[in-house]
């Protein structure tokens, strides 16, 4: 990522942080229901405990409690650019591995995990014409054992106009892209009327 995106994007969250404390909306849901909801659709695509799992973008590692309060223990890793958001993360989840950074500042071996997931990571608008989306989900493809699973918002159903700081995109054409990187790759776009999921298997 670019250093000017990554400050951009770091100062956003430090704000938000900072008047929200720890609150979907610091991570810009707008009620706990839809980030749970689209835990839910992530976690279908057949986490099973004694799994580990990449959270990539894991804000306050929320994922973790989701997954953990369904009563399947996994081993949990979570990255996140933002340093504040993470440490709160980690003050309420002192034993999880919670890393600060993004993707490609680590030199995780090919493999390294079963699963990597994403929710909403991928929301904000890069200027760089979607190349950093297509080189962090191949990159995904190639840390896990069993699949990925990510969200990103759905350009059919929003206005261009409201989106902001944010982007959104076609859900065909990135199931096509994730299609050349893993053929069994699947949409979903059951759960909520602007966002969609997908599941690449390996
Ligand atoms: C919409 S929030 C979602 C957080 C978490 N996945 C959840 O659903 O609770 C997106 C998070 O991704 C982080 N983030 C954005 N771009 C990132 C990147 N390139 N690498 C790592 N983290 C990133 C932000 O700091 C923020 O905490």
């Not at 986490?47 to 369904?70: K, N, P, Q, T």
């Not at 949990?76 to 993707?103: F, H, K, M, R, V």
């Not at 390294?112 to 909403?120: Q, R």
Request: proline share 3%; charged share 20%; aromatic share 10%.
């Amino acid at each position: 990522m670019n250093p000017d995106t990554r400050k951009r994007l770091t100062a956003i969250h430090r704000a938000s942080f900072a008047t929200h404390g720890y609150k979907p909306d610091t991570l810009f849901w707008s009620t706990r229901g839809i980030q749970k909801t689209r835990f839910r659709v992530l976690t279908d695509i057949g986490i099973a405990c004694g799994d580990s799992l990449l959270d990539v973008g894991c804000g306050f590692a929320d994922l973790a409690g989701f997954i953990h309060g369904a009563g399947t223990v996994i081993d949990y890793t979570g990255i996140d650019l933002s340093p504040e958001i993470l440490a709160q993360g980690q003050q309420l989840n002192p034993n999880l591995n919670l890393l600060c950074g993004d993707l490609f500042d680590f030199n995780f071996a090919d493999q390294s995990f079963d699963w990597v997931m994403l929710s909403g990571t991928l929301n904000w608008q890069l200027h760089d014409k979607g190349g950093y989306e297509r080189r962090a989900l191949t990159q995904m493809f190639r840390l896990c054992r069993k699949g990925v699973a990510f969200n990103m918002l759905d350009a059919r159903k929003i206005d261009p106009k409201l989106l902001g700081d944010l982007i959104a995109h076609e859900p065909l054409q990135m199931l096509h892209f994730c299609q050349s990187i893993a053929p069994d790759s699947s949409l979903r776009d059951d759960y909520l009327d602007n966002d969609f999921t997908i599941y690449m298997r390996s």
